[in-house]
């Protein structure tokens, strides 16, 4: 009888402490996708400004050639060098917001990483400190019917 009781009491311990380690794994692999989704985001960001960036290029070479065929001095046309200015603060404006953007999301994925990290750390300790109260638990039931 004893010999059951105590193998029911294992399979018990041994049941919470690996619901603990399975609830830390699933944390730290959601921990790891959190980190993924953050690093693709992040070079999408970077890709989107590039592409601003170059988009900023291509219209300025466009429109540097469209000045000159109109026969505009572009080096000392004042109209021209202000409409230059505006469409380089423009797009400096552009890229700026996509980078700072990228840095909030970026602080939030880290967050949620953290938070899921810490979830996966307090699932396992939770189970260990359980285990513990179980097995004290099943000593003194044990004891209780023994005498």
Do not use: W
């Amino acid at each position: 009888m004893s010999a059951i009781f105590a193998a029911l009491s294992g399979v018990q311990v041994l049941g919470t402490i690996l619901g603990g380690i399975g609830a830390k794994k699933e944390a730290d692999l959601e921990a790891f996708n959190i980190e993924t989704e953050r690093k693709f985001n992040s070079a999408a960001a970077s890709q989107q400004a590039r592409a601003r960036m170059d988009e900023y290029d291509s219209a300025t070479a466009t429109n540097l050639a469209s000045f000159a065929a109109a026969g505009r001095d572009i080096g000392s046309d004042r109209s021209v060098e202000a409409f230059l200015d505006k469409q380089r603060e423009v797009a400096t404006e552009d890229v700026s917001r996509i980078k700072t953007q990228e840095t909030r999301a970026s602080n939030q994925y880290k967050a949620e990483q953290a938070r899921t990290k810490r979830s996966g750390k307090t699932a396992l300790a939770t189970s260990l400190f359980s285990a513990a109260g179980q097995t004290a638990g099943s000593y003194s039931r044990y004891n209780d019917i023994k005498t």
